[in-house]
């Protein structure tokens, strides 16, 4: 039986720069097209949201004995947004009981997929929209940051998800992942060297490549580059561990005040970098320092495991919300709480305990994905 991932293997082309799959299942073959003509933008994420994803994808061959902490926080990350806006979660069919379970059915939706693991925003691709009710998806063929881990059904997310958005497949020359992309939704993108120039994901191509191609894609006219930093962590150094926007022309950055961490020198480079950088449209930026905590919750997940990642930047924007993770370092947890209360004015600051998924070296804003509303 002829599937649906072999459907789009048969009908990828290549034009120009990019990559386009039209899959000539009610999705629009020349608005995909439209991707290579400058057409497609990716919208600010702090912008309206028609629905967020997560995967219910844990599995105790990653996670071991963490495995049912895993997917209760995915559950509790799921119910959360659903108290503002729908969610759909993605999992295994002979998990659907479970997940229902686990995530509620409240405002929630659940699509019947394999996967390999729970990084939703580095395996989804990224939503853009063309100005005039047009919805695309630009899958930027998720290889396993870098074939680090195995990824033979999380390559698909993307494609699975544009379907059912109803969203324009476009599929990227390049290799690499949403977690690695911050855009203002008005021309500018920040992004790190180490986990787009990097041979694991795109060997051969200069930066000049690479950046012209996620322009192409993703509507930019400016890229602000930061250095970031290789092998310390299984991104190579998202983005979305060092700097957001709050807005255009607000940025959040990661300030690590620690002296040994690695992390110490880096965040002061970008910080550097960010003040100095200016917009799409040549205006300086206003940045914001958001430091992680110095201290956090002793137990399981915690306790000598050097992938915990403890960051308040990997905030999570909604409708109505952001969702901020809470580590128990009272002042930090305060602090983090009070800066994003007053960028975000008009949003309800949701801290939520997610030791379980910082156990494995991501956030919030890993773990989820979201569809602009149009």
Same mark, same amino acid.
Request: with cysteine; proline share 5%; charged share 20%.
């Given at each position: 039986?002829?599937?649906?991932?072999?459907?789009?293997?048969?009908?990828?082309?290549? $034009? @120009?720069?990019?990559?386009?799959?039209?899959?000539?299942?009610? *999705?629009?073959?020349?608005?995909?097209?439209?991707?290579?003509? %400058?057409?497609?933008?990716?919208?600010?994420?702090?912008?309206?949201?028609?629905?967020?994803?997560?995967?219910? @994808?844990?599995?105790?061959?990653?996670?071991?004995?963490?495995?049912?902490?895993?997917?209760?926080?995915?559950?509790?990350?799921?119910?959360?947004?659903?108290?503002?806006?729908?969610? /759909?979660?993605?999992?295994?069919?002979?998990? #659907?009981? #479970?997940?229902?379970?686990?995530?509620?059915?409240?405002?929630?939706?659940?699509?019947?997929?394999?996967? +390999?693991?729970?990084?939703?925003?580095? /395996?989804?691709?990224?939503?853009?929209?063309?100005? &005039?009710?047009?919805?695309?998806?630009?899958?930027?063929?998720?290889?396993?940051?870098?074939?680090?881990? =195995?990824?033979?059904?999380?390559?698909?997310?993307?494609?699975?998800?544009?379907?059912?958005?109803?969203?324009?497949?476009?599929?990227?020359?390049?290799?690499?992942?949403?977690? %690695?992309?911050?855009?203002?939704?008005?021309?500018?993108?920040?992004?790190?060297?180490?986990?787009?120039?990097?041979?694991?994901?795109?060997?051969?191509?200069?930066? %000049?490549?690479?950046?012209?191609?996620?322009?192409?894609? *993703?509507?930019?006219?400016?890229?602000?580059?930061?250095?970031?930093?290789?092998?310390?962590?299984?991104?190579?150094?998202?983005? +979305?561990?060092?700097?957001?926007?709050?807005?255009?022309?607000?940025?959040?950055?990661?300030?690590?005040?620690?002296?040994?961490?690695?992390?110490?020198?880096?965040?002061?480079?970008?910080?550097?970098? *960010? =003040?100095?950088?200016? +917009?799409?449209? @040549?205006?300086? #930026?206003?940045?914001?320092?958001?430091?992680?905590? =110095?201290?956090?919750?002793?137990?399981?997940?915690?306790?000598?495991?050097?992938?915990?990642?403890?960051?308040?930047?990997?905030?999570?924007?909604?409708?109505?919300?952001?969702?901020?993770? &809470?580590? %128990?370092?009272?002042?930090?947890? $305060?602090?983090?709480?009070?800066?994003? $209360?007053?960028?975000?004015?008009?949003?309800?600051?949701? &801290?939520?305990?997610?030791?379980?998924?910082?156990?494995? @070296?991501?956030?919030?804003?890993?773990?989820?994905?979201?569809?602009?509303?149009?």
């Amino acid at each position: 039986m002829s599937t649906r991932r072999d459907f789009i293997k048969q009908f990828s082309v290549v $034009a @120009g720069l990019g990559a386009v799959t039209s899959l000539g299942l009610g *999705l629009n073959a020349a608005r995909a097209r439209a991707a290579l003509d %400058g057409s497609w933008y990716m919208p600010d994420e702090n912008g309206p949201q028609a629905r967020a994803f997560v995967a219910f @994808g844990a599995q105790s061959a990653i996670y071991q004995d963490f495995t049912g902490d895993v997917q209760n926080c995915i559950g509790l990350i799921a119910r959360t947004i659903a108290r503002y806006q729908p969610v /759909t979660v993605l999992c295994r069919a002979n998990q #659907l009981s #479970l997940a229902q379970r686990k995530c509620g059915t409240h405002n929630t939706r659940f699509k019947v997929v394999p996967l +390999d693991d729970i990084w939703m925003r580095d /395996t989804g691709g990224c939503f853009v929209v063309d100005g &005039q009710g047009g919805l695309g998806l630009v899958d930027f063929n998720f290889n396993g940051w870098g074939n680090k881990q =195995r990824h033979a059904n999380d390559a698909y997310v993307a494609s699975e998800l544009s379907y059912e958005a109803g969203a324009s497949y476009i599929r990227s020359q390049l290799t690499g992942e949403d977690g %690695g992309i911050e855009v203002d939704g008005r021309g500018t993108g920040i992004m790190t060297e180490s986990s787009w120039i990097n041979a694991n994901r795109n060997p051969g191509m200069s930066k %000049g490549e690479v950046e012209a191609e996620l322009k192409a894609m *993703l509507g930019l006219r400016k890229i602000i580059w930061l250095p970031g930093i290789k092998g310390k962590d299984i991104t190579d150094g998202h983005v +979305d561990f060092y700097a957001r926007f709050a807005e255009p022309g607000v940025v959040v950055a990661q300030l690590d005040n620690d002296p040994s961490s690695y992390e110490y020198p880096i965040t002061r480079r970008h910080l550097e970098i *960010l =003040r100095s950088a200016t +917009d799409a449209d @040549g205006n300086k #930026l206003q940045v914001h320092t958001l430091p992680p905590p =110095r201290k956090w919750r002793r137990n399981k997940f915690t306790q000598n495991n050097p992938s915990f990642a403890p960051g308040y930047i990997n905030y999570f924007p909604i409708n109505g919300a952001v969702l901020v993770p &809470q580590f %128990g370092d009272a002042a930090a947890d $305060a602090y983090a709480r009070d800066l994003l $209360a007053r960028l975000y004015p008009q949003r309800e600051i949701v &801290q939520l305990n997610i030791d379980a998924v910082a156990a494995g @070296g991501g956030g919030i804003h890993c773990v989820t994905g979201h569809q602009p509303a149009l």
